[in-house]
């Protein structure tokens, strides 16, 4: 079973087999996240070949994969990507990620890939991915698409995630037990005075509110109501 999991990427290794265009898009995605990219291709696009000459990160091997040693590039490798239509290579490519304890991703197999790269978008600091497990990258693509168009509508988040931010690491900085922290999150975020701020955008003023609250809480004259999630 795959779960969704962020993955810090900077300085991670990536191979890329197929120089086409989905090897093209993984190429670029993996650079972007400061990750070093070798691409190994007998052919590639105009874009990736130009990608190749103004980022030191990424190097184009021009080479057959069914005739080259994939073993040393595998050793390399954090991450893989299998990017072309030959599904004989898979079997290769598995066989050498197992042995080499590299991730595998299969672009032609949704059903056996190990790992799925997905469709993902920002907005205001607010990341998200989608992915239908290979039914429709198509349906896919529209709804990251449906997504990104809801928040932008929806102001509301955006002053929360912004007012949230402050709360913790305000509380960090006057150093709050971590399962009051943890209790005050839903506490605050749920309290009508702060959210009505919010919804007005008077994200100032509700900062100051939060800091209120927070002291009261930690002098013991509230009692947080919600849960906390311990540790």
């Known amino acids: 079973m795959r779960i969704p999991l962020y993955i810090e990427m900077s300085g991670k290794n990536v191979l890329i087999i197929g120089g086409g265009g989905v090897g ?12 070093n990219v070798k691409v190994l291709s007998l052919e ?11 980022n030191s990160r990424l190097e184009l091997i021009r080479s057959d994969a069914n005739l080259f040693n994939l073993e040393p590039l595998f050793e390399w490798a954090h991450f893989v990507t299998i990017a072309v239509g030959d599904l004989k290579l ?20 949704s059903l056996q890939t190990e790992v799925v790269v997905p469709f993902d978008g920002e907005y205001e600091g607010i990341r998200f991915a ?18 990104l168009e809801m928040l932008k509508r929806d102001e509301e988040k955006i002053y929360l995630l912004k007012a949230m931010e402050y709360l913790k690491r305000y509380m960090k900085a006057e150093q709050i037990p971590i399962n009051l922290r943890m209790s005050l999150y839903f506490e605050i975020s749920s309290n009508s005075e702060f959210r009505e701020l919010v919804r007005e955008g008077k994200i100032d003023e509700a900062k100051v509110l939060a800091e209120k609250l927070v002291q009261e809480y930690a002098s013991g004259k509230k009692k947080p109501k919600s849960k906390s999630l311990t540790f």
């Open 44 to 54: 590639f696009t105009p874009e990736i070949i130009e990608m190749e000459k103004e």
């Open 90 to 109: 898979n079997e290769v490519a598995k066989e050498l990620a197992a042995k080499k304890k590299c991730f595998l991703n299969l672009a032609n197999d």
């Open 130 to 147: 989608v992915t239908t497990e290979g039914k429709s990258g198509v349906v896919a693509r529209m709804v990251r698409d449906s997504i």
């Open 24 to 35: 093209t898009s993984r190429a670029k995605k993996f650079l972007n996240a400061g990750a």
